[in-house]
């Protein structure tokens, strides 16, 4: 039977991952900073930055050039940096660092400027599946009539496509629920169409099918990332509470096929990525079933997300880094720091009365800054219980 760690007195930092695989060959990071170097000297290129984003490559240079300066925040290129590396074309590779140094190092100099370094869009709050980590179990959150549970309007989404194009280049169309659940997620797709240089959806693969392949391969997603946490089909199902093993390895399968067949020089990272819940979960076993189809597996620590609201107060007072990473706006436009805070006690506002920037920048997100660097989460609920920085 699966049963939750402890979690009382842990602190879990967000967007770490371990028990990775790349069946892919990777360049050495020698081979890559040579390669920024060689396009830091492309006036062009360099010079069609603005001034702000010139200065901030240029730490980034000056970083990796003196990697073993002791000091926290300084910038690296992690396995995942140097993958995303390798599929960025030459011309964009200046402005792809900028704004990987803005999502990296902002959180842990606290910086803010004009937008965030990424959004994320939510598609759909509504999932098929009730995974045992998931807020989904909820009832007060997934019963309709209390009014969280929806799909986003193709107008809305557009709009806020608009919005983000050229300022933010750091997407990722995912949040509460299950993206390809929305009615219009292969038009939502198409019309992303070059114009982010990291465009990342995030799916449990169950509702795949061959337009949506198609919608995922012939657009401008970067990554795709399939969550599974299991080999077999019994673990995988006690997880994934209404999932079918079978029917996702027949979706993933589809989509290589898709891929390999019609879109061979797609330059796009597939991944598999489980959430480390149970003892009974195994890397091997998950490498062993995933890695034919897929550019990499993964395991990520398991983040108590499914309740939040009825955790105790902890004595966590580390900001949380999201606060300055990254930003998101469900399916109604209402925009949240953060979805740990899935029922939005801390939300910052609808997005159709304002903007991105100025919801960035608001009074709101800024107290809530500000309470985090005084060492006073407790002030916030869901902040309160949260151990997340």
Not at 215 to 242: C, H, P
Not at 253 to 280: A, D, T, W
Not at 318 to 325: A, G, I, K, V, Y
Not at 358 to 364: E, I
Request: aromatic share 12%.
């Amino acid at each position: 039977m699966l049963k939750e760690k402890n979690l009382q007195n842990k602190i879990y930092k967000k967007h770490n991952s371990f028990y990775s695989f790349n069946k892919n060959e990777k360049k050495n990071e020698k081979f890559i900073i040579k390669k920024i170097l060689k396009e830091r000297e492309n006036l062009n290129n360099f010079n069609s930055l603005s001034n702000s984003h010139k200065s901030l490559l240029d730490t980034a240079i000056k970083d990796l050039l003196n990697p073993n300066q002791d000091r926290h925040n300084i910038f690296k290129l992690s396995d995942n940096v140097i993958s995303e590396i390798e599929n960025i074309d030459d011309n964009k590779l200046l402005n792809y660092l900028v704004h990987r140094y803005r999502y990296e190092i902002f959180p842990k100099k606290k910086i803010i400027d004009e937008f965030p370094p990424c959004l994320q869009i939510e598609p759909s709050s509504i999932c098929n599946y009730r995974c045992v980590f998931c807020f989904e179990t909820d009832k007060t959150f997934t019963t309709k009539k209390n009014g969280f549970m929806g799909t986003m309007e193709l107008d809305l989404f557009k709009k806020i496509i608009d919005d983000a194009e050229g300022k933010i280049e750091f997407i990722s169309l995912a949040s509460r629920g299950e993206p390809l659940v929305a009615k219009s997620i292969t038009e939502m797709l198409d019309y992303t169409k070059n114009k982010f240089l990291n465009l990342k959806v995030n799916t449990n693969a169950s509702l795949l099918d061959e337009k949506k392949c198609h919608a995922i391969l012939q657009g401008s997603v970067q990554t795709i990332v399939f969550s599974a946490d299991a080999a077999d089909k019994d673990l995988y199902k006690k997880i994934r509470v209404n999932g079918d093993l079978n029917k996702v390895l027949k979706n993933l399968e589809l989509f290589q096929n898709i891929r390999l067949k019609y879109y061979p020089k797609q330059k796009i990272i597939s991944r598999v990525s489980g959430v480390k819940f149970s003892k009974e979960q195994n890397f091997e076993s998950m490498k062993n079933l995933w890695s034919e189809l897929v550019d990499q597996v993964a395991f990520v620590e398991y983040n108590p997300w499914e309740n939040t609201y009825l955790r105790p107060s902890n004595d966590v007072i580390e900001p949380c880094s999201d606060l300055w990473r990254r930003m998101f706006i469900w399916w109604d436009g209402k925009t949240n720091p953060c979805d740990t805070d899935y029922k939005s006690y801390l939300s910052v506002g609808e997005y159709s009365n304002t903007n991105i920037s100025s919801l960035w920048n608001s009074d709101k997100y800024k107290k809530l800054r500000e309470s985090h660097l005084n060492n006073n989460r407790k002030s916030f609920n869901p902040c309160n219980s949260c151990t997340l920085i």
